[in-house]
Every structure is written in C-alpha cells, then in structure tokens.
C-alpha cells in the first residue's frame, strides 16, 4: 500500500522507567515513519517515572512526538486508555517501550486494518513469530497457559501480545471497559466485540534496558480479569456456572459433615440436618465471595438470613420433586437416585433463581 492511501496512525507507548530505552525507540519509530512515509503521532503515556523520561523526550523535540505525564489511576491498561482518548488519528496503535516489539511491523498493522480486520495483532505464536531464546521456560510456560485460558473469548494465537492496532471507531463503539492488570489487548478483543482479526508475525525481542514490570501480583489479577470478561461475554450463564461448582462443593462439604457428625455419636437424624446447614453456611458465603461478587456491598446477615430462607424453599422444591416422580414413575423405586438427582436439579434451578433475583440483587452496573 503507498503511503497516500494508508490512514493515519496515532501509535500509543505506556512507559514507567522507560527513559533509557526512549532514545532508540524513537529513533527507530522516527526511521520506519520517514521510510514508509506515514503520517504518524507518537503519544508516550508516562505514569510520571521521574527518571529523565521528560529530559530524553525534550531532547528529541520531534512535532511528531507528544508525552504525556499521568499522575492518577496508574498503570499499563490505564495508561493505553487515557493515550486512546488523547489520540487524534483513524488507527490507534500499541507497543512497549522497551524494544521488544519491531516498529518495521507497524505498515503491517496498519494494512491489516486497512484492509478490513478489526484487529491486528503483532503475534509471536503465528507461523514466523519467533521469541528471544534467552525467554526462560518459566515466562514461555506461563504465556502458553495464559493464552490457553484466553481460548473461551477468542481464537486469536496471541490475544496476550501487547503490540496491535485497531480502528478508532471500533474502540468507540465498544461496551464500558474495565481492564485490571495487563491485558488491555484481550479486553479490547472482547469488548469491542473484534470478529476478524489478523495475525502479523513477529519476533519479540528480550529487552536489553531496564526492568520489566510483570509481576506475579499482576499475573493473579489476569484470574480476577477472566471471571469479568466471563460474566460480559456469557451473563447469567457464567453465573449460573459458577453457582453449580459453588453447589457442587457443597454436596461434599454436606457428605463431609455428615461423616464427622456420625463419627462423633450425633444423632442420625439431627446428624443429617446438621449437614445441610453447615454446607447452607459454606454455599451462602462462597456464593455471596464469588458468584455473585456484585452483591458484596449488601448487608451480609440479611443476605445469609434470605439465602438460608430461599434454600429452605429449595429443599422443599427437591423433596417435592423426588415425591412427585416416585409418585408418577414408581419403577424408580428401585433407583430412587434417580429421583433424588431431578430433585436436586430442580432445587438448585429454583435455588439460582431466587439467589440471583432476590438474595443477591444489588445489580450495580459493573462489567
Ligand atoms: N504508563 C505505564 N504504567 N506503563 C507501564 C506500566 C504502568 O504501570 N507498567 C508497565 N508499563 C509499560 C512499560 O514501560 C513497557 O513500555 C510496557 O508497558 C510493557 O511493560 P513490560 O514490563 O516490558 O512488560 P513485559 O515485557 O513483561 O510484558 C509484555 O509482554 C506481555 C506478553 O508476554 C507486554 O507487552 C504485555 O502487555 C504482554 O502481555
Ligand atoms: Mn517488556
């Protein structure tokens, strides 16, 4: 494509102690720009590192080059975000500061987009991509089971990859976003709703300067990120999900119970009650922590008082199925399991719906 039909480009770097690597990335973004003839702006989004980032970008007063320095709401995601809405181009673009990411890939990018897809990504786990072979088995591992629990969303190789582009209006049109941590790309992906995305190979390089900002506390918050993008992408479903393992984890803590009891000398019967409350506590407190978090803000002794009174009401609702279809289908019983799990089925349906629409309402809005 010749630089007269491309689209203009406005390429955002978040940066936090990036001032040694700010010469050369520049540079080497300034080269690609003149060779390729694009019309390209440079926004550097810097969380105020104070470590010569403002003197290194002063020193090169390119027009083309803008930094920006932000002192609230810290952080990578944050960062590309606030460089979206500052941007003033048609494709907004993506990279990391330190040199890992080829700018010689940015034509690519762009024509990608150009040509139609929704988003490009510069992908290392295409065929061509390549990595540094300094990148321990630890980080390769750790990439490949991150983007393994990204396949639910998107078939993309690379959706974890910190380098794509995409059109503004796409990034308009998107629904409220709330990344936390690092995956700004998979957000977009999801919430954009991206359809055709198109892979660029690279080679991410190892970064020679510096240090790298991943930290472990930010790899546990990709788990916090998956179970949003799980309730946006499935909604009540990801709910009810959640509500039958949180379920199913209380049939063994009630198996468990009753076992200890038993061994303790109580009283069958009372044993047998005794069970279902406690797993009542465990479900009520797992439900109220995980699935539906939303809720958390509620009163919490007025939540358990209605989970224990709606489940009661489920238990009817199971005891009563299981007499029903002893009633209509008297072969079973012989297999009265049978029974009993269409009475647990219909008492956990009917458990889900009084939580999700009457113990946990509370629906603030929160993607
Ligand atoms: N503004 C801002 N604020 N920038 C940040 C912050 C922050 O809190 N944390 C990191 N950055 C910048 C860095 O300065 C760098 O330019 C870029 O974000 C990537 O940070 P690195 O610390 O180099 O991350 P990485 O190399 O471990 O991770 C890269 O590869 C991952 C895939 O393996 C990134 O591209 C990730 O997005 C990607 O998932
Ligand atoms: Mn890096």
């Given at each position: ?53 403002d003197?290194?970008?002063?020193q ?14 810290r952080?990578?995601?944050?960062a ?66 991150a ?7 998107t ?7 910190g ?15 709330s ?18 995305i ?32 799980f ?50 506590l ?41 007499l029903?279809?002893l ?16 009475g ?18 509370t ?5």
């Open positions: 494509m010749t630089q007269s039909t491309r689209p203009t480009v406005s390429l955002i770097v978040p940066t936090y102690r990036e001032a040694e690597n700010l010469p050369e990335l520049i540079a080497a973004v300034g080269a690609m720009r003149e060779r390729n003839g694009l019309c390209l702006e440079l926004l550097i989004m810097d969380d105020d590192s104070r470590d010569g980032t003197e290194a970008v002063a090169i007063a390119a027009p083309w080059v803008r930094l920006i320095v932000r002192k609230a709401n952080g990578l995601s944050a590309v975000l606030d460089g979206f809405l500052a941007a003033t181009n048609e494709i907004l673009l993506v990279m990391d500061a330190d040199l890992s990411h080829p700018p010689e890939a940015i034509p690519a990018l762009v024509d990608a987009i150009a040509a139609g897809a929704d988003f490009a990504i510069g992908s290392r786990y295409v065929a061509g991509g390549t990595t540094d072979e300094e990148w321990g088995v630890f980080r390769w591992l750790n990439s490949r089971v983007t393994l629990l990204a396949r639910p969303f078939a993309a190789k690379d959706p974890m990859s380098f794509f582009a995409l059109r503004r209006e796409t990034f308009t049109q998107a629904a409220p976003l990344p936390i941590g690092y995956k700004i790309g998979l957000e977009l992906i999801v919430k954009c709703r991206c359809k055709r198109v892979e660029i190979p690279i080679h991410f390089a190892q970064r020679q300067r510096g240090q790298s900002k991943l930290t472990l506390k930010e790899q546990l918050r990709y788990l916090q990120h998956l179970r949003r993008l309730v946006f992408k499935f909604g009540n479903w990801a709910h009810f999900a959640q509500f039958a393992a949180v379920g199913t984890s209380g049939v063994a803590v009630n198996l468990a119970a009753l076992t200890v009891l038993v061994w303790l000398l109580v009283p069958l019967r009372l044993a047998a009650a005794l069970a279902i409350f406690i797993a009542m465990t479900n009520f407190v797992l439900n109220r922590w995980i699935t539906f978090s939303y809720a958390r803000g509620g009163h919490f002794w007025w939540q358990m008082a209605g989970f224990i009174g709606a489940s009661s009401f489920g238990a009817v609702v199971n005891y009563a199925v299981i029903i279809t009633y209509l289908w008297p072969v079973l019983e012989t297999v009265p399991q049978v029974a009993s799990l269409l647990i089925l219909a008492g956990l349906t009917f458990n889900y719906f009084a939580s999700r629409y009457f113990v946990f309402r629906p603030e809005p929160r993607a």
